[in-house]
């Protein structure tokens, strides 16, 4: 396991992930029975934004950094960023940007004192520092643990409510051979969970290849949303989210949000974003 998520912590791909992740658990949180957030590929929690690993690559100021010194957002736009800015320390007291929270970090700042929240973390390194992270927020168990593994032993959660967020580093060759039996196992489960699976668009197949997938297993309700920042850098510039069973706010959500981002994060001028569903209930996509 070579990843090590603090060389990209804060990028676009994490903005892109986290808002949409804040925006779920806002909405669980509306109601009063507790939930669980089980996040499988959980990192190390938080990350200093100088750092060595950060300083190597600056991807952070391409991402985070471009929201940092934003001015006159719009009403209705604001509503929809101020939890995560807020989480991420984002607000008009000017401060500079010294740390970016992960998702753990941003699962934690929003939910209750009665929801509980599971993580997973592989590498070593990263799942000690996950652990003295949290160890004494008692709301937390972390687990120095394969996530699919997690997936199999901690679903369904006994609220029977919450998010799974699968957000793998994509390091092996064939991350969806192990990604998707763990994936359907979890939904055959606990079909009426919220899942959020990030991933990196390399090449329309493998986009394509993934979506198939849900396809073919007749998964309805997948909400596709992809974010590609353009330009002519090496890097990652495409990535996606399927979310499964979204909260119905969502989509109409994602119409406000993408174009901004699109706006804000964009690298070039083919800069672009999607907003789709894999399938719906009332209209088979074209995904086979
Ligand atoms: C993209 S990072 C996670 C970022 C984090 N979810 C966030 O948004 O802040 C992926 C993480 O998965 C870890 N990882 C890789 N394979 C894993 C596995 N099979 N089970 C659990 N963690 C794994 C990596 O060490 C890395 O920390």
């Not at 029975?33 to 600056?58: K, W």
């Not at 192990?178 to 606990?190: D, E, I, M, N, V």
Request: net charge neutral; proline share 5%.
């Amino acid at each position: 396991m070579n990843y090590r998520h603090s060389f990209h912590a804060g990028n676009f791909t994490d903005v892109f992930k986290h808002i949409f992740i804040a925006r779920i658990l806002l909405y669980l949180c509306l109601k009063d029975s507790p939930f669980r957030v089980i996040d499988t590929h959980a990192g190390e929690g938080a990350y200093d934004l100088y750092s060595e690993e950060a300083n190597r690559t600056f991807e952070w100021w391409e991402g985070i950094g471009r929201l940092s010194d934003l001015k006159n957002i719009d009403g209705n736009l604001l509503s929809l960023i101020q939890h995560y800015l807020a989480c991420v320390g984002i607000d008009d007291k000017n401060q500079s940007l010294a740390y970016y929270p992960g998702s753990p970090m941003i699962a934690l700042r929003l939910i209750s004192p009665q929801d509980r929240a599971i993580f997973c973390e592989l590498h070593p390194e990263s799942s000690s520092r996950l652990r003295h992270r949290f160890a004494r927020d008692k709301r937390v168990k972390t687990l120095h643990l394969d996530g699919y593994i997690g997936l199999g032993a901690f679903i369904p959660p006994k609220e029977r409510r919450g998010l799974v967020l699968i957000d793998p580093s994509f390091e092996q060759k064939d991350e969806i051979s192990l990604l998707w039996p763990s994936f359907l196992s979890a939904y055959r489960k606990w079909p009426t969970g919220i899942y959020v699976l990030w991933y990196p668009i390399k090449n329309l197949d493998f986009d394509r290849k993934l979506c198939a997938k849900f396809f073919k297993h007749n998964i309805s309700r997948t909400l596709r949303l992809s974010l590609n920042v353009g330009g002519h850098s090496d890097g990652l510039k495409n990535t996606g989210l399927l979310i499964f069973n979204p909260p119905f706010t969502l989509e109409e959500e994602a119409h406000i949000l993408l174009p901004f981002l699109t706006h804000v994060l964009a690298q070039g001028e083919d800069a672009e974003y999607q907003i789709d569903w894999v399938i719906r209930e009332d209209k088979i996509g074209g995904w086979s």
